[in-house]
């Protein structure tokens, strides 16, 4: 298994897998990847409003077949236009640096097209808002086909994905099979929360995640004694800490071992282990609202897992990629040693053998999706057959 890699580095490529593994399409992909083939020479920060342009050009056309469709009564087909179209505003949107011109118009259609592409499909699927610390967080609430109460996943983002990714990759409908609704987020530092209400990045991720579950506990379709959560690449250090520290959380996985973020840095320095962005510094101190290096370090001190993980006392899941080339698979094992107090704990490697060696599956989502989805099926009381 191995990550499809058209360009001469690894940050292009990442952006390009992961448009695949959220449901993009290989034949447009290829049109869009075809005229930056030259300006992907000069590095992975060059060239990045470029990247953009081609993402956005396409998603624009697919927009506009999509009112040809609607235009004739097609709205299953619009919609799943209109949701492709946001996946690959996002994926030119989220690699540019903050404040490049056409960053925030591009976010605004990618979550305008996904709402009006689920609605038009008949996903189920609906957008929630929360107060939180005088702003909103806000998240995508998918609902399992089950009558009465049943058991919920909360699902956060990594560094630099949206909700809408989370929701595009599969995972939703995976635990919707097995009796089990889910809420993909966008935390403070993510999404909705950094680009429209300014919310940075914390370490303490308890904080708005313990508002998402008093949300969950005002809805009458949710068992309040079934609510587990995930959270994807950073969302490695985000779930186990909220998991630690937020008892109402009944089980847990981490898809990415980011057990100690802020050492990683200390590495990033040295450039060691590959970026998940362009312009990396730039984007984590906007995520993070940080002014500079020293305040970014002192911001990011507590993005560490030590000392916490014994906090955790119930089921929870570490995955990992054998190759993952952004975060050491030291840290995944460090993350299982120290679950001593979960009464049930698991590390799965994924390797050759199944796929997914990359960082968080880049290379092949599926083997992740289904064992974490079965994880939380067992854990939480939903179904695997």
């Known amino acids: 298994m191995a990550l499809f890699e058209p360009f001469p580095n690894y940050v292009w490529n990442l952006s390009v897998s992961i448009a695949l593994e959220n449901g993009g399409k290989i034949g447009e992909i290829v049109d869009?990847?075809?005229?930056?083939?030259?300006a992907a020479e000069a590095g992975e920060d060059a060239g990045t409003q470029e990247f953009m342009t081609e993402w956005v050009k396409m998603?624009?056309?697919?927009?506009?077949?999509?009112?040809?469709?609607?235009?004739?009564?097609?709205?299953?087909s619009a919609g799943n236009k209109l949701k492709r179209s946001a996946i690959y505003y996002?994926?030119?949107?989220?690699m540019q640096a903050h404040g490049s011109p056409g960053r925030a118009e591009t976010y605004d259609k990618a979550i305008k097209n996904f709402l009006k592409g689920a609605q038009l499909a008949g996903d189920p699927v609906e957008r929630i808002a929360i107060p939180y610390e005088g702003k909103e967080i806000t998240g995508l609430f998918h609902k399992?086909?089950?009558?009465?109460?049943?058991?919920?996943?909360?699902?956060?983002?990594?560094?630099?994905?949206?909700?809408?990714?989370?929701?595009?990759?599969?995972?939703?409908?995976?635990?919707?099979?097995?009796?089990?609704?889910?809420?993909?987020?966008?935390?403070p530092g993510t999404g909705e929360a950094l680009r429209l209400h300014d919310l940075p990045a914390t370490?303490?991720?308890?904080?708005?995640?313990?508002?998402?579950?008093?949300?969950?506990?005002?809805?009458?379709d949710v068992d309040k004694d079934a609510i587990g959560m995930t959270g994807?690449?950073?969302?490695?250090?985000?779930?186990?800490?909220?998991v630690a520290y937020e008892p109402r959380f009944k089980s847990g996985a981490a898809w990415g071992a980011n057990h100690n973020w802020h050492e990683v840095q200390y590495g990033r320095m040295k450039r060691e282990g590959e970026n998940p962005v362009p312009h990396y510094w730039g984007h984590v101190f906007w995520v993070f609202g940080a002014k500079d290096?020293?305040?970014?370090?002192?911001?990011?001190?507590?993005?560490?897992?030590?000392?916490?993980?014994?906090?955790?006392?119930?089921?929870?899941?570490?995955?990992?990629?054998?190759h993952d080339r952004q975060i050491s698979k030291d840290y995944a094992q460090q993350a299982y040693d120290q679950l001593v107090n979960s009464p049930r704990r698991e590390l799965?490697?994924?390797?050759?053998?199944?796929?997914?060696?990359e960082h968080v599956g880049a290379d092949n989502h599926a083997f992740a999706i289904d064992y974490i989805a079965d994880w939380f099926a067992e854990t939480l009381g939903g179904h695997t057959a």
Request: net charge negative.
């Open 203 to 220: 370490p303490y991720s308890e904080q708005w995640a313990s508002a998402y579950v008093d949300y969950l506990e005002t809805r009458s």
């Open 59 to 76: 998603a624009d056309k697919l927009t506009g077949l999509a009112e040809e469709d609607i235009a004739k009564g097609r709205m299953f």
């Open 90 to 94: 996002q994926t030119g949107e989220r």
């Open 348 to 357: 799965k490697w994924f390797t050759e053998r199944e796929g997914g060696v």
């Open 232 to 242: 994807i690449s950073l969302g490695g250090h985000y779930a186990p800490r909220a």
């Open 293 to 322: 290096m020293d305040d970014f370090l002192a911001k990011t001190k507590d993005m560490n897992l030590n000392g916490h993980m014994d906090r955790i006392k119930v089921p929870f899941l570490v995955t990992h990629g054998i």
């Open 32 to 38: 869009i990847i075809q005229p930056l083939m030259k």
């Open 144 to 187: 399992a086909p089950v009558e009465g109460p049943a058991p919920v996943v909360v699902y956060c983002n990594g560094l630099d994905s949206m909700k809408e990714m989370l929701w595009m990759g599969g995972i939703p409908y995976a635990l919707a099979k097995r009796g089990i609704h889910t809420l993909c987020v966008d935390q």
